[in-house]
Nanobody
Framework: QVGLVESGGGSVQAGGSLRLSCAASEYTYRTNCMCWFRQAPGKEREGVAAIYTGSDMTSYDDSVKGRFTISRDNAKMTVYLQMNSLKAEDTAMYYC????????????????WGQGTQVTVSS
């Protein structure tokens, strides 16, 4: 079974924090790279953070460096995105994705996607 299920989105004031979770099936969790993308209304989808299987090497978009942290729990087959010091411009639908990851921060090499979780930050 292939699947990604996100949770943890919600509404928060600027400066607040949220933690997103992405529960994966075993097949999906074993892919080379798992990451978070986001898409705001009227804007293109953008890569936010990625974590690579085995090495646990991480990569972040410049706009979230120092504020967001991606991590994984192998026992739970879950990837997390801890978001601190949230800003209004972080408001978007956040998607978990898995795949080869060679296109990061582009989405071309990510074959498996969750349904998304909404994050709304009010200023």
């Amino acid at each position: 079974q292939v699947g990604l299920v996100e949770s943890g989105g919600g509404s928060v004031q600027a400066g607040g924090s949220l933690r997103l979770s992405c529960a994966a099936s075993e097949y999906t969790y074993r892919t080379n790279c798992m990451c978070w993308f986001r898409q705001a209304p009227g804007k293109e989808r953008e890569g936010v953070a990625a974590i690579y299987t085995g090495s646990d090497m991480t990569s972040y978009d410049d706009s979230v460096k120092g504020r967001f942290t991606i991590s994984r729990d192998n026992a739970k087959m879950t990837v997390y995105l801890q978001m601190n010091s949230l800003k209004a411009e972080d408001t978007a639908m956040y998607y978990c994705a898995a795949g080869w990851g060679g296109s990061w921060p582009g989405a071309d090499d990510f074959y498996y996607w969750g349904q998304g979780t909404q994050v709304t930050v009010s200023s």
